[in-house]
């Protein structure tokens, strides 16, 4: 009798939170619009970054390693950036965007493969 008892109980309570969740959403999210276009993903021997729309020449583009070491950084950037990975091991690379004041506009993930 007890089992049940706790069973009900926590249904009650599992029914409180999802109506409270539910309550609390205003709306569906959309996510914001990349900026970036990367290709080809898994990249072998160059890897693609191309700007769709307008966007702040004075943005900062910085690629890390996985372990998290800037392995590349960009400034005055041009409408498309190729990068060569001669001297890129395989692995997960990350790419960001960032402004003049240091705040992250657009990240991301690429792999490469050799």
């Given at each position: 009798m007890l089992?049940?008892?706790?069973y009900i109980f926590i249904f009650i309570i599992g029914l409180n939170f999802t109506s409270s969740?539910?309550?609390?959403?205003?709306?569906?999210?959309?996510?914001?619009?990349?900026?970036?276009?990367?290709y080809p993903i898994p990249a072998t021997s160059v890897i693609n970054f191309d700007f769709q729309r307008a966007y702040d020449r004075s943005l900062i583009f910085q690629i890390y390693n996985f372990p998290g070491k800037k392995v590349y950084e960009a400034t005055n950037l041009p409408q498309k950036i190729a990068i060569t990975l001669n001297e890129y091991y395989r692995g997960i690379y990350y790419y960001k965007l960032v402004d003049k004041d240091g705040k992250t506009v657009e990240s991301g993930r690429f792999l490469v493969v050799k």
């Open positions: 089992k049940y008892i706790f969740a539910q309550n609390k959403q205003a709306g569906p999210v959309e996510p914001a619009a990349k900026i970036l276009k990367i």
